[in-house]
């Protein structure tokens, strides 16, 4: 069966300081990959998706970066974190057409201080 | 690229009273559509999907959705809400990638 592996569950990190947010899934090959992103009271704003190795699509201009550098990992990235950057961040896989439904992982909750 | 939106941000209805969560959907192909439900603390939970055929699709806890390609519609419905039926409801369409609508909040009163 497929699974998906989030990490970690929770980040306080402070302002200016790095990220990295890593997600493996298991039992599926070639998954669409996606990085959301859900603030206090807000709902899911889609910041990244793949389709493949080195593929990755931003929805939102911002300070997060993603990358694909497997199949079934993707990473999100900062080099600099801002305030505005705290939230729950969830990772999903997609079969590659999206029919199916996504899957997600457990998130990770970001507090930058 | 498509797009999903949910005219409601906040609903309250009695409890035992009859329930529908609009979702308005863009997409130029068949549309691969959603409904989660996310409680507080919780992730994401499916309710139901639409990929083809009957337009009224039956999902988990009572709930029901039909596919209106005319409206570009997918409207959630519960003919009796139950308190715990409180939470975070999302719409969602697929086909070239995945994307949420903004969530509709549901308050039950007892």
């Known amino acids: 069966s497929q699974t998906i592996h989030q990490w970690p569950a929770t980040l306080v990190q402070p302002v200016g300081s790095p990220l990295s947010l890593e997600c493996t899934v298991e039992?599926?090959?070639?998954?669409?990959l996606y990085w959301y992103r859900q603030a206090a009271g807000r709902g899911l704003q889609l910041l990244f998706y793949s389709v493949g190795i080195g593929q990755i699509s931003s929805e939102v201009p911002q300070n997060l970066s993603a990358s694909r550098p497997q199949d079934r990992q993707f990473i999100l990235s900062s080099k600099k974190l801002l305030l505005s950057d705290s939230g729950f961040y969830l990772c999903?896989?997609?079969?590659?057409?999206?029919?199916?439904?996504?899957?997600f992982g457990q998130g990770t909750r970001l507090t930058v201080v | 690229a498509q797009s999903v939106t949910q005219p409601d941000i906040h609903i309250t209805v009695s409890e035992g009273a009859s329930l529908e969560l609009r979702c308005n959907y863009s997409y130029g192909a068949t549309p691969y559509l959603f409904w989660y439900v996310q409680s507080p603390g919780q992730g994401l939970q499916l309710l139901l999907k639409?990929?083809?055929?009957?337009?009224l699709v039956q999902g988990i806890k009572g709930f029901e959705a039909e596919f209106k390609r005319s409206q570009s519609s997918f409207n959630l419905r519960k003919p009796s809400v139950h308190w715990s039926d409180a939470a975070e409801y999302f719409c969602?369409?697929?086909?070239?990638?995945?994307?949420f609508g903004p969530g509709t909040r549901l308050s039950v009163l007892p």
């Open positions: 039992g599926t090959s070639n998954p669409n």
């Open positions: 969602a369409v697929g086909g070239q990638n995945f994307v």
């Open positions: 639409y990929f083809s055929g009957d337009t």
């Open positions: 999903a896989w997609t079969d590659r057409a999206a029919r199916l439904e996504a899957f």
